[in-house]
């Protein structure tokens, strides 16, 4: 087993919050101090949404990583885009409701992530 640092760790242990109408996003520098964690995941230059491409062997794995991803959107009631094609797929996060980031965005990427650990 791989040692994940206190961030990450601190990161997996959250849950993603259901958000209010008016909810504020994130600002640039604590988005940025995010992703400097998030191996893989950039956010374009308007930081409304963040996103990864992921890289498979073949159809079947992509196909069980998207399903994975699916489940895990569905456990934490926040559902990112996903677009997938024979052996990758990019997945994309925002919180709509705050029209930009969220800690939310940011918990599921973590997780995400540690899908393929």
Do not use: R
């Not at 994130?26 to 998030?38: F, K, T, V």
């Not at 079947?60 to 996903?82: C, M, R, S, Y």
């Amino acid at each position: 087993m791989t040692h994940i640092n206190p961030f990450l760790q601190d990161l997996l242990a959250q849950h993603c919050q259901e958000m209010q109408k008016g909810q504020k996003p994130m600002i640039i520098p604590a988005i940025e101090s995010h992703l400097s964690q998030l191996p893989g995941w950039d956010a374009p230059l308007n930081y409304a949404s963040i996103s990864k491409k992921f890289t498979f062997k073949n159809y079947p794995q992509t196909i069980a990583f998207v399903n994975a991803v699916t489940w895990l959107a569905n456990k934490e009631d926040h559902h990112p885009n996903i677009c997938f094609d024979y052996n990758h797929c990019t997945v994309s996060l925002t919180t709509h409701v705050a029209e930009g980031l969220t800690q939310n965005d940011m918990i599921m990427a973590a997780k995400i992530n540690q899908l393929l650990e």
